[in-house]
């Protein structure tokens, strides 16, 4: 139980050293998550729907 306590304590102090970023980093950069998601998923979603029409063509014929 000792090691735990331990453990727990030095976990705090290292967090107390820890440089956090503002909330304007903080908002800038959760926006920037955000939109590199999207177009990736975009980018991602048109690269399946053209294989998907390639595909369909290629059945079809």
């Known amino acids: 139980m000792q090691k735990l ?11 107390k050293k820890v ?5 304007k980093q903080t908002v800038r950069l959760t ?3 955000i939109g590199v998601t999207i177009a990736i998923a975009l980018y991602i979603g048109g690269l399946d729907y053209i294989f998907q029409q390639m595909m369909a063509w290629l059945i079809s014929r």
């Open 5 to 15: 306590r331990q453990y727990f304590r030095e976990v705090f102090q290292e967090l």
């Open 31 to 33: 926006g920037l998550v």
């Open 19 to 23: 440089s956090w970023p503002t909330s």
